[in-house]
């Protein structure tokens, strides 16, 4: 059974540094063809894919927020961090964590339940 | 603005068959046959419905059906019931990452 779960502050201020922490179980990040990737959904809108890390560590990230997002992996742990600088108000949404891996087209197939990320002072 | 375009909305009856599109804007989503859908319902994480644009992952009632053709991929709900009211949503890849849809809301009457 897959199963990811995010974990992270539920309120951060505005300008600082977000780190959130996806733990999973029942795969692997060694296996080929796997990969984890973060999404956000701001209440009431629609699904925004942030990033992604494959197993051999290649990186990937929204055009539109590549400068200010990180993504780092622990095979040992079984976790993928995303960091994501300079928090704004409308940075605020629920993030997922979510598996990916070739047999499934290589898109999102097992999601965490979501974690809200509030950004106010 | 997103380059996966799904109509806001779509509704039909218990029994009615509904369709949802997801055209890509400057891409020929056909073209790499890598299409997933998603069901969310409300304060819930979105459930893998389609993927590889008609496949179904175990457990997906074979009500749900997707297809495609050029720059649009559909997913079809046969049967209509109640509790497909839902959002839900297509992804594909976008250059070197992933694109979702909008999102469509499916009301059942």
């Known amino acids: 059974q897959i199963t990811l779960k995010e974990s992270g502050p539920a309120l951060v201020k505005p300008t600082q540094t977000l780190t959130l922490t996806c733990t999973f179980s029942?795969?692997?990040?060694?296996?080929?063809?796997?990969?984890v990737d973060w999404i956000r959904q701001p209440p009431g809108k629609a699904l925004e894919w942030l990033a992604l890390i494959y197993w051999d560590d290649d990186r990937r990230f929204s055009p539109s927020l590549r400068g200010r997002l990180s993504i780092t992996r622990d095979t040992s742990k079984n976790q993928v961090v995303l960091t994501m600088t300079n928090m704004a108000p409308v940075d605020t949404a629920t993030y997922y964590c979510a598996r990916s891996a070739y047999e499934y087209g290589d898109l999102p197939d097992s999601w965490g339940q979501g974690t809200l990320v509030t950004v106010s002072s | 603005q997103s380059a996966l375009s799904q109509p806001a909305s779509v509704s039909g009856s218990p029994g009615q068959s509904i369709t949802i599109s997801c055209t890509a804007a400057n891409y020929d989503v056909g073209a790499y046959n890598l299409v997933s859908w998603y069901q969310q319902h409300p304060g819930k994480a979105p459930r893998l419905m389609i993927y590889?644009?008609?496949k179904r992952p175990s457990g997906i009632s074979d009500r749900f059906s997707g297809s495609q053709s050029g720059s649009t991929a559909s997913l079809t709900i046969s049967r209509l019931h109640p509790e497909d009211e839902a959002d839900y949503y297509c992804c594909s890849y976008a250059g070197r990452g992933r694109m979702f849809g909008g999102g469509t809301k499916v009301t059942v009457l």
């Open positions: 590889e644009a008609n």
């Open positions: 029942g795969f692997s990040l060694n296996t080929p063809g796997v990969g």
